[in-house]
């Protein structure tokens, strides 16, 4: 697929964010991870022009082959120089993608979340109508190669360092986890339990319940040990189950899903699904909170383990280092500042993003 060449830098980029604005498409649950810190660093980036669409919102009110329609026609009214995608499942059709990477005379992009698991069943299928592809899984860029998709940029999750930093004040909890309540979660923080370490969580599945987006920075910094898992869950339950046959769209409408789809869904059901470096691993050392968090590949390119970040590979020792640091301030602070120095030196999107352009061969200003 051809990219369009731009003779010059453009003056002011332009670019189209095409999104979804609420998480999982539900207005009920709040607005999306992407929509608070892709969309909202693009609009404080200098020398950036920023439109948006998102389709979840469209696709909600009017159905699907409207939604894409209308996503043609924004393309065209707004003349972007980059499409910078986040799809979701199969909203947007192929060939409304082709379209635009073919006829509008923008360059696309699409980020992949979690290729580590969704590769086969969904990222795959979409690469090859964009331009530009960008992965946070390093097994995946070979595999888009092979694919015949060679304009693949490996970048990673990271802090949204615009969003406004947290109250500060005296700490409130010993040692939290915020996050979904998978079955391996529930047992490590039952286990920890069992040996007198209180652990408070909040997130869906637990009696807490999930937190506001500033409510969560709070708790990040009012917090002496913040926990994060890397795995995801492995345990075959009816839900799970249930996604082998049916596919959720983000206005929640379920379709069935085809017998090539319900094959691929079963075997990623029964394969080990590896860990992955989640957004977590910034935001909670961005916002200025310590992190102890379960040890996955390559974490150590972005933190200096023990340093400014703190690993555990077991259970016992997240229990050894729990009653560690929580009894040596000294040594819990300075890794809990230098950790906020190197998230807000090398890992904040506005980095990323940057860099991404980059690579595009769009340069845009500080």
Same mark, same amino acid.
């Given at each position: 697929?051809?990219?369009?060449?731009?003779?010059?830098?453009?003056?002011?980029?332009?670019?189209?964010?095409?999104?979804?604005?609420?998480?999982?498409?539900?207005?009920? $649950?709040?607005?999306?991870?992407?929509?608070?810190?892709? =969309?909202?660093?693009?609009?404080?980036?200098?020398?950036?022009?920023?439109?948006?669409?998102?389709?979840?919102?469209?696709?909600?009110?009017?159905?699907?082959?409207?939604?894409?329609?209308?996503?043609?026609?924004?393309?065209?009214?707004?003349?972007?120089?980059?499409?910078?995608?986040?799809?979701?499942?199969?909203?947007?059709?192929?060939?409304?993608? @082709?379209?635009?990477?073919?006829?509008?005379?923008?360059?696309?992009?699409?980020?992949?979340? /979690?290729?580590?698991? $969704?590769?086969?069943?969904? %990222?795959?299928?979409?690469?090859?109508?964009?331009?530009?592809?960008?992965?946070?899984?390093?097994? %995946?860029?070979?595999?888009?190669?092979?694919?015949?998709?060679?304009?693949?940029?490996? %970048?990673?999750?990271?802090?949204?360092?615009?969003?406004?930093?947290?109250?500060?004040?005296?700490?409130?909890?010993?040692?939290?986890?915020?996050?979904?309540?998978?079955?391996? $979660?529930?047992?490590?923080?039952?286990?920890?339990?069992?040996?007198?370490?209180?652990?408070?969580?909040?997130?869906?599945?637990?009696?807490?319940? @999930? =937190?506001?987006?500033?409510?969560?920075?709070?708790?990040?910094?009012?917090?002496?040990?913040?926990?994060?898992?890397?795995?995801?869950?492995?345990?075959?339950?009816?839900?799970?189950?249930?996604?082998?046959?049916?596919?959720?769209?983000?206005?929640?409408?379920?379709?069935?899903?085809?017998?090539?789809?319900?094959?691929?869904?079963?075997?990623?059901?029964?394969?080990?699904?590896?860990?992955?470096?989640?957004?977590?691993?910034?935001?909670?050392?961005?916002?200025?909170?310590?992190?102890?968090?379960?040890?996955?590949?390559?974490?150590?390119?972005?933190?200096?383990?023990?340093?400014?970040?703190?690993?555990?590979?077991?259970?016992?020792?997240?229990?050894?280092?729990?009653?560690?640091?929580?009894?040596?301030?000294?040594?819990?602070?300075?890794?809990?500042?230098?950790?906020? $120095?190197?998230?807000?030196? /090398?890992?904040?999107?506005?980095?990323?993003?940057?860099?991404?352009?980059?690579?595009?061969?769009?340069? %845009?200003?500080?």
């Amino acid at each position: 697929m051809n990219i369009p060449q731009h003779s010059s830098p453009p003056k002011k980029i332009r670019l189209l964010y095409i999104g979804m604005k609420y998480d999982y498409g539900d207005p009920n $649950r709040g607005l999306c991870h992407e929509y608070v810190n892709f =969309l909202g660093t693009f609009e404080k980036m200098g020398n950036i022009h920023v439109d948006s669409f998102f389709f979840d919102e469209v696709l909600m009110k009017q159905g699907r082959s409207s939604m894409n329609e209308q996503l043609l026609e924004a393309v065209k009214e707004h003349s972007p120089d980059v499409c910078f995608f986040v799809i979701f499942t199969d909203e947007i059709f192929k060939e409304t993608i @082709r379209s635009i990477s073919e006829k509008s005379g923008a360059v696309t992009v699409n980020w992949f979340a /979690d290729d580590h698991w $969704r590769y086969d069943l969904h %990222s795959k299928l979409y690469a090859p109508e964009f331009h530009w592809i960008v992965t946070t899984d390093h097994e %995946s860029v070979e595999k888009y190669r092979q694919l015949g998709c060679t304009n693949v940029i490996l %970048s990673q999750w990271g802090f949204n360092h615009l969003s406004g930093p947290p109250q500060g004040g005296n700490y409130l909890h010993e040692i939290s986890f915020i996050g979904q309540a998978h079955s391996n $979660r529930r047992n490590i923080v039952r286990n920890l339990l069992q040996k007198k370490i209180s652990v408070e969580c909040w997130g869906k599945g637990w009696e807490n319940g @999930r =937190l506001a987006g500033n409510e969560m920075k709070q708790k990040f910094v009012r917090s002496r040990i913040n926990l994060n898992f890397t795995s995801s869950t492995n345990t075959v339950n009816l839900k799970r189950l249930a996604k082998v046959f049916l596919n959720r769209r983000s206005d929640s409408t379920l379709h069935l899903n085809t017998p090539f789809e319900m094959f691929k869904e079963a075997k990623t059901l029964y394969r080990h699904q590896r860990p992955q470096i989640k957004g977590r691993n910034f935001e909670i050392p961005g916002y200025g909170g310590f992190l102890l968090t379960e040890f996955v590949d390559r974490i150590d390119q972005y933190y200096i383990p023990d340093k400014e970040i703190v690993l555990f590979r077991n259970f016992d020792e997240l229990v050894g280092k729990i009653s560690f640091y929580l009894h040596h301030e000294e040594e819990r602070e300075s890794i809990r500042l230098a950790g906020q $120095r190197r998230t807000l030196n /090398d890992h904040t999107y506005e980095k990323r993003f940057r860099q991404i352009l980059a690579s595009m061969s769009f340069q %845009s200003s500080h």
